[in-house]
Nanobody
Framework: QVQLVESGGGLVQAGGSLRLSCAAS????????MGWFRQAPGKERKNVAF????????YYTDSVKGRFTISRDNAKNTVLLEMNSLKPEDTAVYYC???????????WGQGTQVTVSS
């Protein structure tokens, strides 16, 4: 079992930056792929970025490429999402997720709100 707790959300002006953190419990963290998803009001939850268990492979949805960076520290059971040049359309609840691979997300955090004002 893996428990995930996100932090770092908040209110920021367009063009600003935020860093989301996800702390994971459980000894299997280093063997799991980690992802960040977001869900805006009235919209489906979408994958923003994910990182392989080793950290050697990453994926970003097109709308965040060049602005967001995902990273992980397996020694600290932590995954980060650095978000720069934020836009109002980045406003959403952001969720951390863990899974055996990118197609199988088994564990979810409670979410953290990110609001970008124009």
């Amino acid at each position: 079992q893996v428990q995930l707790v996100e932090s770092g959300g908040g209110l920021v002006q367009a063009g600003g930056s935020l860093r989301l953190s996800c702390a994971a419990s459980g000894r299997t963290f280093s063997s799991l792929a980690m992802g960040w998803f977001r869900q805006a009001p009235g919209k489906e939850r979408k994958n923003v970025a994910f990182i392989s268990w080793s950290g050697t492979s990453t994926y970003y949805t097109d709308s965040v490429k060049g602005r967001f960076t995902i990273s992980r520290d397996n020694a600290k059971n932590t995954v980060l999402l650095e978000m720069n040049s934020l836009k109002p359309e980045d406003t959403a609840v952001y969720y951390c997720s863990a899974g055996r691979n990118a197609g199988s997300w088994d564990y979810w955090g409670q979410g953290t709100q990110v609001t970008v004002s124009s």
